[in-house]
């Protein structure tokens, strides 16, 4: 349980803020391919209820009852030796449904890429993706402005730009105004683990607990006003908050005598109530 809440904490944690940074566009969780199989589903998982958009693999998003979102991969266009090509073979080959997303940097220039792929796909093209090596992208926001303007001035308005490689919150804050989108890897995947306990604090009713820590059930409440949060024994009632806000209970029993209590939130709807929390969280902060 322990190494569940700590891992998957860390991993949500990491999407929200990512999410909080990247505004109205979208992201996507690339980072489930760089750990161990076993855990794709929980990062992926961690990282969809935190904030992101979409997942890329494919089991994750199954179990998220969600569509997968990627690109073709840098390794399609080696094998075929070109850009373009590649680009063609997708296009015929692959379910219309899914949206004709092209990498631009696995040979030549990304400006010079993208607006070969718009020309050759048109109004199929529904994005680029600039996953630039750090070695060779010398100012990354020229070059997606650059891009974005090669390709208005042809026409392909429509086409937008998806970044990736190696981007964190802060490079997303810095591109989410030259950006359509991102995929975000192992700073989510890989953020460092969230150092929680995880301690007896009553037996049979009788609170018992190892020095350091405070003995006995606990509940922690909410003001919904303020957003200042209190922790009181479980059988103490809270009161008003001094803001004049009410305190409500956050904690709720998930399992009694080793079986579960009630049916779990659909990811999407645990989404949407962590998005809803973490724009109450920067509004607050923002005016204290």
Known sequence: MLGMICQASVIATAASRVKHAAG???????????????????IDRSAFIGGADGVSAVRSAAFLGETPQGTMPHALVLVFGDTVTAMRAFDATVDPAIPRVCLVDTLQDEKFEAVRVAEALRERLSAVRLDTPGSRRGDFRRILQEVRWELDLRGFRHVRLIVSGGLGEEEVRALRDVADGFGIGTSLSN???????????????????KRGKRSGRKQVHACDA???????????????????????PLLHPALRAGRPVGIPSPPRAIRDRVLRNVERFHAREANP
């Not at 303020?226 to 409500?248: E, H, I, M, N, W």
């Open 24 to 42: 109205e566009k979208q992201v996507f969780s690339f980072g489930a391919r760089r750990m161990h199989p076993a855990l794709s589903t929980l």
């Open 191 to 209: 953020a460092p683990t969230i150092d929680y306990a995880l301690d007896i604090v009553e037996v049979e009713g009788v609170p018992f607990a």
């Open 226 to 248: 303020c957003g200042v949060r209190t922790v009181l024994p479980a059988g103490d009632t809270p009161g008003r908050c001094p803001c004049g806000g009410v305190r409500d």
